[in-house]
């Protein structure tokens, strides 16, 4: 199990989202170092201008959209219900796990699907300034997404995906899932909150660290699967990388109702974060640079509609 890889490396060293906001931002801005300048002046086009071109500072727009009433539709998007039994089994079925109202599997698949009409769009000068609703929400989805689908318990059905499962951190009672949506992070840096508006310095050494390839899973694995033409092969193989760790150690300490920042749990899930923080941002990066670049077999044709296609269903426009 990668539990073991991990800790000998470190011998030798209530809503359902996924990172906090600032995080998911943090995720959006480490994803811009390595869009190539083609990809960032294409993607400008799509996105609303609020977000001055920056896929960091959308990356947090999907999580506020669920809980609206235009958009709660898309609340389910943002998980799969993995059925595990940790720690002697984890894994990902998208037959089964995946409802009728969607998950983040097929809202990837859906919505970049979308994504590649758009683009051809935006290259021909068709779109521009972020004009087009179905394009530029698109676009945040994806960003968003990828960003979901590395956060463990976003690839979990237990106990409402870590909400139903109360803990201590820091002295506070919360639920685990809140914990591994940011409490780890911030005791990890040392920060209590990142900037929602440019990337932090701490994330930058994430970036770095990318760039030199110095963590436990070598960043070429991350992209075993990285081809838009099979996204729903593609988020599926992130959603089950991700959920291994449910076994791999999430719930696999002991809990005993220990204070999870001070027993040594948060200690031995900080590399795990980190990792985790990271694939999503190269995963986007690379995702959408094959996109704008036409790097995947155009075997499809999506036509887009005057309203928006996610108006008609989780399937509508895909």
Request: proline residues 4%; negative net charge; glycine residues 8%.
């Amino acid at each position: 199990m990668r539990v073991q890889t991990l800790l000998s490396g470190c011998l030798l060293l209530a809503t359902a989202t996924a990172w906090n906001t600032d995080v998911h931002n943090q995720v959006g801005f480490m994803a811009e170092k390595f869009l190539s300048p083609y990809t960032t002046s294409v993607l400008s086009k799509i996105l609303d201008p609020e977000y001055l071109g920056s896929i960091g500072r959308a990356a947090a727009w999907a999580d506020a959209y669920a809980h609206t009433t235009e958009g709660r539709f898309s609340y389910q998007w943002h998980w799969i219900d993995s059925s595990d039994n940790p720690p002697q089994f984890c894994n990902t079925y998208y037959n089964r796990d995946c409802t009728k109202g969607g998950c983040v599997v097929s809202a990837i698949a859906n919505q970049t699907e979308i994504l590649k009409g758009c683009i051809s769009a935006a290259k021909s000068g068709e779109l521009s300034a972020g004009k087009n609703l179905t394009c530029d929400y698109a676009l945040r989805w994806v960003v968003h997404f990828i960003g979901d689908i590395s956060q463990p318990l976003h690839a979990s059905g237990i106990a409402e995906g870590g909400n139903a499962f109360p803990v201590t951190f820091g002295g506070k009672a919360t639920e685990l899932h809140a914990v591994w949506d940011g409490e780890i992070i911030y005791a990890d840096s040392n920060v209590p909150r990142f900037s929602n508006t440019s990337l932090d310095p701490w994330m930058s050494g994430l970036v770095s660290r990318i760039r030199r390839d110095d963590f436990f899973e070598p960043t070429a694995s991350w992209l075993d699967c990285a081809d838009p033409s099979t996204p729903v092969q593609c988020a599926l193989s992130w959603a089950r990388d991700t959920n291994q760790w449910n076994c791999d150690y999430v719930y696999s300490q002991v809990f005993n109702g220990t204070d999870l920042l001070t027993s040594g749990y948060a200690e031995g899930a900080y590399p795990i974060v980190e990792l985790q923080i990271s694939k999503g941002a190269l995963r986007l990066a690379t995702w959408l640079n094959k996109l704008v670049a036409g790097d995947y077999k155009k075997d499809r044709q999506v036509i887009l509609r005057t309203n928006p296609s996610w108006a008609l269903g989780p399937d509508g426009g895909a």
